[in-house]
């Protein structure tokens, strides 16, 4: 329990039982203390709300950058799949526009037999 609900209790009094009286009740706890007994709570509270908003600041910033590093995570999936989609039609022009064998288109478009004889056969179901 907190002191104002102790002192609450002690005199019988529910109603100061509130947030509000148990501010009241600790605000006059802290005047009873002594000048550096005083300073010594403030410097507690001040290393406490500091260490909290560092925390607090950390935590957003840390945020921030996954965010940020799963945005360009992001970006370079679309640049490789629009770099796929790019190399996949190239590829089936090639097959579509010309004579070429296998092996020239695979040459031209950097990529493997397998994948241009793929490329042909999907085209062949269409």
């Given at each position: 329990m907190k002191r104002g609900e102790n002192r609450a209790k002690a005199f019988n009094l529910h109603f100061l039982r509130g947030s509000v009286f148990e501010k009241i009740f600790d605000l006059a706890e802290f005047t009873k203390l002594?000048?550096?007994?005083?300073?010594?709570?403030?410097?507690?509270?001040?290393?406490?709300?500091?260490?909290?908003?560092?925390?607090?600041?950390?935590?957003?910033?840390?945020k921030k950058v996954a965010i940020e590093e799963g945005r360009e995570v992001g970006r370079e999936e679309g640049r490789d799949e629009g770099r796929e989609e790019r190399t996949l039609e190239f590829t089936q022009n090639l097959i579509r526009a010309t004579d070429c064998e296998d092996s020239k288109i695979a040459e031209l478009c950097h990529v493997t037999l397998d994948y241009v004889k793929e490329v042909r056969s999907n085209l062949a179901r269409e």
């Open positions: 002594t000048k550096r007994e005083q300073q010594m709570y403030n410097s507690e509270v001040k290393r406490r709300r500091d260490n909290e908003n560092t925390t607090f600041f950390a935590v957003n910033e840390a």
